[in-house]
Structures are given as C-alpha cells and as structure tokens.
C-alpha cells in the first residue's frame, strides 16, 4: 500500500472514531438534559460562587501536580534528572488534546515529554499505558471502597455498576498476568503473541506485539522498592483529591444549602463520575454530565436542575482550562510546532 492510501486510510480512520466520539457525546448530553429546566440550570450557574471555582481549579492543578511527580517517579530509572516542570507541560498539552479529540492526547503527550526530555518516544508511550493501567486499578479500589465502606444502596441505585466491578476486578487479574509474563518471560510471550495473532492478521499480530514491547519499556522504567512506594503513595493521593475535586464542588452551587454534603459523597460522586471520563468522548462530554447528575439525583436526591448545574460547572470548569493552559504551554515551551504535528501525526499511522 502506499504512503498515500496508507495516510487517506488513517485520517478516514480518524474521522469516523472522531465522529463516532461526537455522536457518543450528543447522546449522552441529550440524556442528562432531557427533561431539566435549562432556564434553571443557567440561573444556577450564573450564580455560582467564583471563591469556590477558584479551589475546585487549585485542586485540580495541585492533582496534575501530582501526577506529574508520579510520571517522574516512573521513568526515574530512565533519567532520574527529568524535569517534571516539562513532564507537567507534556500532562496538560495532552489534557487539551484529548477535550478535543479523545485518546489523542496520550500521544500527544509521549510525544512531547520524549522531543523535551531527549527520551524514546517507545519508553514513553510504555510509561503512559503504565499510567493509565494504574489509574484503571486504583479507581477499581477506590469503588470498591465506596460499595464496601460508604454506601449500602450503591450497588442498589447503580446495578451495572456490580457488573462494572467485575469487570474491572478482571481486567485488573488480567493485566497483572501479562506485565508478569513481559517481566518474566517477555520473549517467550512476545513470541507466542506474535504466532496467535498472525493466524488472523500478520499486521495486527505486529500492532499488539508492538504494544507490548512498549508496555514492557514502560514498566521496566519502574524500578526500585522506593520508586514503588512512591507511585503507590502519588497514585492514592489522586484518588483522594480527585474525591475533595468532587466534595468542593458542591459549593460552587450551594448544595450544602439543600442538604448535608460530605467528603463521603464527593468520593462516590467521583468514583461514578470517573467512569463517564473513561468513556470515549470529548474531554468526558456528556458522559461525566449523565453519571454525575445520575448519582447526586437517583443517591442523593439532589434536584435535577441542581445536579446537572454541578455536572456542568465541575466538567466546563476543568475543561476549559485545561485547553487555556494547555496552549499556552504548548506555545512556551514547543518551539517547533510543525515538526511535533508530522510527528503526532506518523505515530497515529503507525498505531
């Protein structure tokens, strides 16, 4: 195939997963809006108060702190002097990327801690997926937590979230067995991978197995009882402020002037909340709205107008700025724009 079928195929790819993500998006909007009062919902959040915007937003800065001292700890081994004010300016080009094109981002952003860092653009990406694995673990536990510690009716309000559980608890034994066998018998499994897949497809056999040599790189760039400790520490901590994101919140809209708000609630609030980030469409566009404005009304008993309120002000909030500063960094720090464009551009092709 030539290069020029093969980069018509990749954007017609990127198009239709693009539309696809927009079509999700508007389904999910037309499902948390249908039926509120939008007047009401406008007068809500046209009286917010700006001294709690102001600490939802250094809460949500202090967590991409801390992630960024997390992707520090992670490729530590690797170049122990990496500079996380460079790790963080990658973190949020890619928090931009993804409020505009889903999944787009985590390219974007190995990409650029690579070109920054002078670091494989391969170790990167394994050191992202291993990001993503354990932000895909720990919001399992932090689930867990909330079904097990805070609330009888979770799994009563929410079935599928049981089903949800499940499957997290398997893919969590499942991707735990496969980052054994890459530590352990990373050949062997390479191998093997290659051989079962290419029954199918010679192409994607290579595509997978690529994947993981990249997971592999990732996790080998983890090394070290202390670094261990530290990405556990760093990874409970999110938990905990993405929860306080969600309890602080509250005040924007004054729900504390409706009924009690805890810090309890804000966990669960943000444990149900992170699974509409996961599903693939703009930033959490209208996937957050749905599950947020669902659990404070179905669990809470929260007015519909006043939970979507706080569903869109927390969401538009983080959104926004994190396209604000995200240009900002990319325009200060990148100095060769196009050049990090045909770049982002031939990984997308070679994924």
Known sequence: MTSGKVKHKTRLRSIINYAISLLLAAVFLYIAFNGVDINEVARIVSESSILWMIIFLLVQLSAHFVRALRWKVIISSVKPEASVKYLFGALMVGYGVNCVVP?????TRAVLA????????????GTVILERVIDIIFLGIAVVV????????????FPWLQSALYMTIIAIALVILIFYLIITQREKFYNLVVKFFSVFSEKLAHKIASIIQMIGDGFGSLKGRKNYIWAFLLSALLIVQYALGSYIGFFIVDMQNISEVTLEMGWIVMCISAIGIVIPTPGGTGSYHTLAKSTLVILFGFPEALSLAYAFITHAIGYFFAIFLSLIIFFVFNKQHDNLIKVVETEIEDL
């Open 103 to 107: 999944r787009l981002g985590e390219i």
């Open 114 to 125: 690579g070109k920054w860092e002078n670091l494989s653009r391969s170790s990167m990406f």
């Open 146 to 157: 909330a079904v097990l510690f805070f609330s009888d009716s979770l799994l009563e309000s």
